[in-house]
C-alpha cells in the first residue's frame, strides 16, 4: 500500500501507475536487449517481500534503427 488507502490516498496514484507502465512498454519496444555474458541467467529468488533476485540482473540495451532518426 504505497498510496495509501481511503480519505488519505495519494491523488496521483493511478497517474503513476500509467506512467509506470507506458515507460515499461518504450523500453521494451524501442530497444533490443542483451546479455552482458554468455552465461545462463540465475533465477533464484532471494529472500523479502518483493522477492529480489539473489544476483542482480545485468543487461544491456541499445535503441533499435528505426528509433536513431526521433532520437537524434
Excluded: Y
Aim: proline residues 7%.
Amino acid at each position: 500500500m504505497p498510496f495509501g488507502l481511503g480519505k488519505r490516498a495519494c491523488p496521483s496514484a493511478s497517474m503513476a501507475q500509467r506512467v509506470v507502465g507506458l515507460t515499461l512498454g518504450s523500453l521494451i519496444q524501442c530497444s533490443e536487449w542483451e546479455r552482458v555474458s554468455e552465461k545462463m541467467i540465475d533465477m533464484a529468488e532471494g529472500t523479502g517481500i518483493s522477492m529480489p533476485k539473489v544476483i542482480p540482473l545485468e543487461a544491456m540495451c541499445k535503441a533499435r534503427p528505426i528509433m536513431n532518426k526521433f532520437l537524434s
